[in-house]
């Protein structure tokens, strides 16, 4: 994997706990690298983390191609003196694992992002099953191990329910995600440089762009730049703003090319405010 490291990098920090998709994201940023792998309780704790330590590195996820954008993890980056140095992608695919068969399963155990992305599955399967939410999809596995005699299931990470011992005969289906194409985007962070400068030959650009006022066509006026200057804009986001409500502001990724740097800078000219989140590669690493 093509990863920038920070000078002296010892550690990554992504969300716990151990066996999640984000760990499986940091376990591949890591490699043979970083032995030591950190784990948070909350997304903005690892943009935290990262800004305190200059030789961390921070694993986040900020979209999944079917549930979309991942709120908390934009706006810490937002807000933190953190810088995007890399992109990878995970294919996230679940399991479901019971003491009973499908039709008497009682209750069921799933994290709030895995029950939203598997809504087809459940609603279909275990319509009379009440849901039991946990903190993480690793959480819902230990709480069904507490329940052995109960009429209870779980969904899982699938790799987790084939590589741990107490699941593997216990799964009652593979793949219960809604769409095959699941898949989550993590970005790597590292506390921004005193010296920081965007390096527009990287691939991709993340900006947030915000406006102090609320004027006829301002999102037509910033679309108008990129048009103008042949690139590629791959995600559009709004998001609400954190100084005035009702105001929005807009996470935009593209593609870069030789003009990005003053496509950027004519945005500003406007008086528009463009923050730019990081400049970066898409690391090619099999799902």
């Given at each position: 994997?093509?990863?920038?490291?920070?000078?002296?990098?010892?550690?990554?920090?992504?969300?716990g706990p151990?066996?999640?998709?984000?760990?499986?994201?940091?376990?591949?940023?890591a490699?043979?690298?970083i032995s030591n792998i950190e784990?948070?309780t909350?997304l903005?704790?690892i943009?935290?983390?990262?800004?305190?330590d200059a030789t961390?590195l921070?694993?986040?996820?900020i979209?999944n191609s079917?549930?979309g954008?991942v709120?908390?993890a934009q706006?810490?980056?937002?807000?933190?003196?953190?810088?995007?140095t890399n992109?990878l992608?995970l294919?996230?695919?679940?399991s479901?694992?019971?003491?009973v068969?499908l039709?008497?399963?009682?209750?069921?155990y799933?994290h709030?992002v895995a029950f939203?992305?598997?809504?087809l599955?459940t609603?279909?399967?275990?319509?009379?099953?009440?849901?039991?939410?946990s903190n993480?999809n690793i959480?819902s596995g230990?709480m069904?191990l507490e329940?052995?005699?109960?009429?209870?299931a779980a969904i899982?990470p699938?790799?987790?329910?084939?590589?741990?011992?107490e699941?593997?005969?216990?799964?009652?289906a593979d793949?219960i995600?809604?769409?095959?194409q699941n898949?989550?985007r993590?970005?790597v962070i590292?506390?921004?440089?005193?010296n920081?400068f965007p390096?527009?030959?990287?691939e991709?650009t993340?900006?947030f762009?915000?406006t102090d006022?609320?004027?006829?066509s301002?999102?037509?006026?910033?679309?108008?730049e990129?048009?103008?200057?042949?690139i590629?804009?791959?995600?559009?986001?709004?998001r609400?703003?954190?100084?005035?409500?009702?105001?929005?502001?807009f996470?935009?990724?593209f593609y870069?090319?030789h003009?990005s740097a003053?496509?950027l800078?004519?945005?500003?000219?406007l008086?528009?405010?463009?923050?730019i989140?990081?400049?970066y590669n898409?690391?090619?690493?099999p799902f």
């Amino acid at each position: 994997m093509n990863l920038v490291y920070p000078r002296n990098c010892n550690k990554v920090i992504t969300l716990g706990p151990k066996g999640t998709f984000s760990n499986s994201a940091a376990s591949l940023v890591a490699g043979d690298k970083i032995s030591n792998i950190e784990y948070t309780t909350t997304l903005p704790e690892i943009t935290q983390a990262v800004q305190d330590d200059a030789t961390a590195l921070g694993v986040i996820p900020i979209e999944n191609s079917t549930s979309g954008i991942v709120g908390p993890a934009q706006d810490s980056l937002t807000e933190l003196d953190v810088v995007i140095t890399n992109e990878l992608r995970l294919k996230v695919h679940y399991s479901l694992i019971s003491n009973v068969p499908l039709a008497e399963v009682k209750q069921y155990y799933s994290h709030a992002v895995a029950f939203n992305q598997t809504g087809l599955f459940t609603s279909s399967n275990l319509k009379h099953a009440d849901v039991i939410f946990s903190n993480s999809n690793i959480h819902s596995g230990e709480m069904f191990l507490e329940k052995p005699e109960e009429a209870v299931a779980a969904i899982i990470p699938q790799p987790a329910a084939h590589s741990r011992e107490e699941y593997r005969d216990i799964i009652l289906a593979d793949d219960i995600q809604d769409y095959q194409q699941n898949i989550t985007r993590f970005v790597v962070i590292q506390k921004k440089p005193a010296n920081y400068f965007p390096d527009f030959t990287q691939e991709k650009t993340s900006v947030f762009i915000e406006t102090d006022e609320d004027r006829h066509s301002i999102l037509f006026e910033i679309l108008r730049e990129f048009h103008v200057y042949g690139i590629n804009i791959c995600r559009l986001e709004s998001r609400p703003s954190r100084r005035t409500p009702w105001s929005y502001g807009f996470f935009i990724d593209f593609y870069n090319n030789h003009r990005s740097a003053t496509c950027l800078k004519d945005i500003q000219n406007l008086g528009i405010s463009c923050e730019i989140l990081g400049t970066y590669n898409f690391v090619s690493k099999p799902f």
